[in-house]
């Protein structure tokens, strides 16, 4: 709020991304416009089977979570319907991004049957997300939706250096993050299913990550069609063993002073200063 404020008394003239809620308020001002675009990220939810987990040797319990949810009421309850819905762990701008992969839509009905016929005894589901940002609310709305069919789900909401932590550490029942691929390529998804010494996966190996790190490094070999149809048999594998909820393409948004030209929104949320004038 400071800084919009700060936007519309001209003491700065370009603000990066603010909040999609206060740039709405912005359509009413003067001598000040907004823009927004596709981000390179995509916010996630990542399902724990470590043991001690709900999620563990349980795949009727990730499957109750995954039909669950319901992405358009996040999208519009938390980025106020600026963002792409997503069924796979890629933006839809990523290159290499496959066609024809499995997709699980949200059925409350199904959810509870998934619940039913699972191991799950009301133990506590943990969502680990990082406090103060927009995927705070993002685990809030899927909190209530998972408590709607019956999961006892809390959201533990800490600062950046202890979220890490925590994920590094694999002590979650799920996490929600937000995570962007510089490359904006379909390769960023196996940023979550490595195989190697790699710090975020060592304590968050899944049993079939192997296969789909092996997938993922076949497909780096690949060419074209052959690439794609490699990664949509690495995400049909995540869709089918319920590791993950993808929710949706994050955006990018900058709020600027009127007479200012040239602002363009990158996915990477960069700017790029040599495009900007004054009128």
Known sequence: ATQIIALENGDIDLLMSPPISSCLML?????????????????????STNKGTPGHDDLNFRRAVQSAVNKQDIIIGAMEGYATQIDIDMCPTYSGHPEGYKVVGYDVKKAKEYLAASKYKGEEFQILVQSGTIYEM???????????????????????????????????????RNTNSSLLDADGFLNFYMATDYAPTNNNQH??????????????????????????????????????????ASTNTLAYNSNL????????GTLHLLKLSWK
């Open 261 to 268: 030209q040239g602002v363009e929104v990158h996915p990477l």
């Open 207 to 248: 049993p079939r990550t192997k296969e789909i790190y092996d997938i993922g490094l076949e497909a780096r070999k690949a060419q074209g069609e052959a690439r794609k149809e490699l990664y949509r048999k690495a995400v049909d594998i995540v869709t089918d063993e319920a590791y993950a909820v993808p929710i949706f």
């Open 27 to 47: 359509d009413t001002r003067k001598g000040v416009k907004w823009v927004y675009g596709p981000s390179a990220g995509r916010v996630t939810m990542h399902l």
């Open 138 to 176: 993002v685990a809030q709305i899927v909190q209530a939706q998972l408590m709607e069919i019956g999961i006892n789900c809390t959201v533990n909401a800490v600062d950046s250096a202890t979220f890490t932590d925590l994920w590094y550490a694999g002590k979650f029942g799920a996490m929600i």
